[in-house]
């Protein structure tokens, strides 16, 4: 049977909660997922829980798109996956119904601004990477991936996925993996001497026997 699902995040001084759980439960959310005030922007447990209970007929429902979205491609990554999954989504504020002819429109224009973004990026990256140059302070483009090894390796830790990790941090999956894969000799080289230790106890060494004392044999 299909489900109502509501997604609530707290702002950073921990409040508006009460409002929001008020406001889900009135749009008929039975399931609501709620994250913890000290939870940062990237740490969302619970968005991370709710992705992956969501099943093909499902409504998802938030009461505006701050409350869920980090900008407007992490938004359209949520739309596009909710819809891949055959999910709804409602965002009270915004009035946003993606399962009606406008929430359709309104995926094409997350689309649109999405890609606009992108390309403003990228011209604003080229801009100041000319100016570097010109300046002599251009040191080129530090490896995306490899400077957010501590990030994969942690978020790891927490038992999200491969995919999951690579989606929080904007790299690909095949970096995550190769990450991780380059960090695994570090942590088998940490548990071989502790091994080896238990499981080759040191031998001890047998002392010589004594010899008789010289005065003492002269006794007999």
């Not at 921990?14 to 990237?42: C, D, M, W």
């Not at 938004?75 to 999954?85: F, T």
């Not at 989606?167 to 502790?194: F, M």
């Amino acid at each position: 049977m299909p489900r109502i699902l509501g997604y609530l995040r707290p702002d950073v001084n921990g409040h508006n909660v009460q409002s929001q759980f008020e406001r889900l439960t009135a749009n008929g959310a039975t399931t609501i997922y709620q994250e913890q005030p000290a939870g940062g922007k990237r740490a969302r447990p619970q968005f991370d829980k709710l992705m992956a209970d969501i099943l093909g007929g499902d409504t998802v429902v938030v009461t505006s798109l701050d409350r869920i979205a980090l900008n407007i491609r992490h938004l359209q990554e949520i739309v596009e996956s909710l819809n891949s999954a055959e999910v709804t989504f409602k965002v009270i504020d915004q009035g946003i119904d993606t399962s009606t002819q406008h929430g359709t429109v309104i995926r094409m224009l997350l689309g649109a601004i999405s890609d606009f973004e992108r390309q403003v990026a990228r011209e604003s990256q080229a801009k100041g990477i000319a100016r570097a140059k010109r300046e002599g302070r251009y040191k080129g483009r530090q490896p995306t991936a490899r400077a957010k090894s501590d990030e994969v390796l942690a978020l790891n830790a927490q038992g999200l996925t491969r995919q999951k990790i690579a989606d929080q941090l904007g790299i690909g999956v095949a970096s995550v993996y190769r990450i991780l894969k380059n960090h695994a000799p570090e942590q088998k080289k940490s548990t071989k001497p502790w091994k080896k230790a238990v499981d080759q106890p040191k031998r001890l060494e047998r002392k010589p026997a004594r010899e008789p004392d010289a005065v003492q044999l002269s006794f007999f």
